[in-house]
């Protein structure tokens, strides 16, 4: 989908100047003694624990890469604005950074429904923006400007059935959904999987983030028959509270989740009512050499364990890095380094080859939870099967 100036309400004189002041100061900005990248988080309200380890994987990066010193001799700088977990508030930070002119990369929402919100400012600013949100129309609307750095969920419904189906011998399967754009896209494909995997979905049920009671939903999903639980959860301290109420509802039912289900806020929440679940996700502790070196650097500087929340942005940061340092800071050399020089890179979610779509990830991980802790059972790869 293309959007034009006309359509985005670019009806005044002042506007139009005010861009293209904005487009000429970021063309400049490659001449600044630092580079700034932009940087949305949920800072405050239902996500703020996932923001605050976002914030941290982007803070870690920078402090690596400044200290060897910087990117052709600048000092990265982030520049943070809090989009507070809701729609309006994400594009209103995003304008903010868009208006920086020394901004020329901005490292969007994990969350689709605000990336969703937020793709036509992105493309009437034309700044390159990486994105977390996994939902696949993100990257398959025409938006030369958006880059994925987590593996959409084309590839995680289809693992997410394949396994439950072919290893967990699931036959009647209860779905919980968030029915916001990640979790409404994820249960559409992942009732499809199901479907070609041979399973019965029994009962198929949405909620709104921020729910705090879920006894109703699982009351249904007992009474339903179900032999799995799948879950499409957008945020962790959701996916906290449910297991503890599915722990204490005495469900023994086993369980797969999206990314969701297998992060450190999760875990943290749901205590021992996390261990014995299945996930789907691209980031693991130990699941790389590169990831061993991010989570120790991580529990080291942070006292806490990393999760996929500061993981992907620490490879956005990076990868920015990396081009900036071989393409240079314009937003046209960047957005072409992205798509044109990435290819191979090893990041600590997985190795990235950025496609014509803008999806830098191919692959996922089969993981399971015990003791705390989140360990390997298989990884998936996509790139061997284009």
């Given at each position: 989908?293309?959007?034009?100036?006309?359509?985005?309400?670019?009806?005044?004189?002042?506007?139009?100047?005010?861009?293209?002041?904005?487009?000429?100061?970021?063309?400049?900005?490659?001449?600044?003694?630092?580079?700034?990248?932009?940087?949305?988080?949920?800072?405050?309200?239902?996500?703020?624990?996932?923001?605050?380890?976002?914030?941290?994987?982007?803070?870690?990066?920078?402090?690596?890469?400044?200290?060897?010193?910087?990117?052709?001799?600048?000092?990265?700088?982030?520049?943070?604005?809090?989009?507070?977990?809701?729609?309006?508030?994400?594009?209103?930070?995003?304008?903010?950074?868009?208006?920086?002119?020394?901004?020329?990369?901005?490292?969007?929402?994990?969350?689709?429904?605000?990336?969703?919100?937020?793709?036509?400012?992105?493309?009437?600013?034309?700044?390159?923006?990486?994105?977390?949100?996994?939902?696949?129309?993100?990257?398959?609307?025409?938006?030369?400007?958006?880059?994925?750095?987590?593996?959409?969920?084309?590839?995680?419904?289809?693992?997410?059935?394949?396994?439950?189906?072919?290893?967990?011998?699931?036959?009647?399967?209860?779905?919980?959904?968030?029915?916001?754009?990640?979790g409404a896209a994820g249960n559409r494909l992942l009732q499809k999987a199901l479907k070609a995997d041979g399973a019965q979905v029994v009962t198929d049920q949405g909620y709104t983030t921020g729910t705090k009671d879920y006894t109703?939903?699982?009351?249904?999903?007992?009474?339903?028959?179900?032999?799995?639980?799948?879950?499409?959860?957008?945020?962790?301290?959701?996916?906290?509270?449910?297991?503890?109420?599915?722990?204490?509802?005495?469900?023994?039912?086993?369980?797969?989740?999206?990314?969701?289900?297998?992060?450190?806020?999760?875990?943290?929440?749901?205590?021992?009512?996390?261990?014995?679940?299945?996930?789907?996700?691209?980031?693991?502790?130990?699941?790389?050499?590169?990831?061993?070196?991010?989570?120790?650097?991580?529990?080291?500087?942070?006292?806490?364990?990393?999760?996929?929340?500061?993981?992907?942005?620490?490879?956005?940061?990076?990868?920015?890095?990396?081009?900036?340092?071989?393409?240079?800071?314009?937003?046209?050399?960047?957005?072409?380094?992205?798509?044109?020089?990435?290819?191979?890179?090893?990041?600590?979610?997985?190795?990235?080859?950025?496609?014509?779509?803008?999806?830098?990830?191919?692959?996922?991980?089969?993981?399971?939870?015990?003791?705390?802790?989140?360990h390997v059972v298989k990884y998936v790869n996509f790139d061997a099967k284009k």
């Amino acid at each position: 989908m293309k959007y034009s100036a006309k359509s985005l309400g670019r009806s005044t004189a002042v506007l139009g100047l005010a861009l293209a002041s904005a487009c000429a100061g970021q063309a400049q900005a490659a001449d600044s003694g630092t580079i700034k990248i932009g940087l949305i988080a949920d800072l405050t309200g239902n996500a703020a624990l996932s923001g605050h380890h976002k914030v941290d994987g982007a803070k870690l990066a920078v402090a690596q890469i400044n200290a060897n010193g910087g990117v052709n001799g600048k000092k990265l700088q982030l520049v943070v604005q809090d989009d507070r977990g809701s729609n309006q508030a994400g594009v209103s930070a995003y304008q903010k950074l868009a208006s920086d002119t020394e901004i020329n990369a901005i490292i969007g929402s994990i969350r689709s429904t605000i990336v969703k919100a937020t793709l036509p400012y992105i493309s009437r600013y034309k700044i390159p923006t990486m994105i977390g949100g996994t939902d696949p129309e993100l990257t398959h609307e025409g938006n030369q400007w958006v880059f994925r750095f987590r593996p959409n969920d084309n590839y995680a419904s289809k693992v997410m059935a394949k396994y439950s189906t072919n290893e967990m011998q699931a036959k009647k399967v209860a779905i919980l959904y968030d029915t916001d754009a990640f979790g409404a896209a994820g249960n559409r494909l992942l009732q499809k999987a199901l479907k070609a995997d041979g399973a019965q979905v029994v009962t198929d049920q949405g909620y709104t983030t921020g729910t705090k009671d879920y006894t109703s939903y699982l009351a249904n999903i007992k009474s339903s028959g179900a032999d799995t639980v799948e879950t499409y959860m957008t945020d962790s301290e959701d996916e906290g509270q449910m297991l503890k109420q599915f722990s204490r509802m005495g469900l023994n039912t086993q369980l797969i989740g999206s990314a969701s289900t297998a992060t450190a806020v999760t875990i943290q929440l749901a205590g021992d009512a996390a261990n014995g679940k299945y996930a789907v996700t691209g980031f693991v502790n130990d699941g790389n050499d590169a990831a061993k070196q991010f989570s120790a650097a991580y529990k080291k500087k942070y006292n806490e364990q990393a999760d996929l929340y500061a993981a992907w942005v620490y490879d956005a940061v990076n990868v920015l890095a990396k081009v900036i340092g071989k393409d240079g800071n314009k937003t046209t050399q960047i957005q072409q380094g992205l798509r044109h020089d990435v290819k191979g890179y090893q990041g600590v979610v997985g190795t990235y080859n950025f496609d014509k779509n803008g999806d830098g990830l191919h692959g996922l991980n089969v993981v399971k939870i015990d003791d705390g802790q989140v360990h390997v059972v298989k990884y998936v790869n996509f790139d061997a099967k284009k």
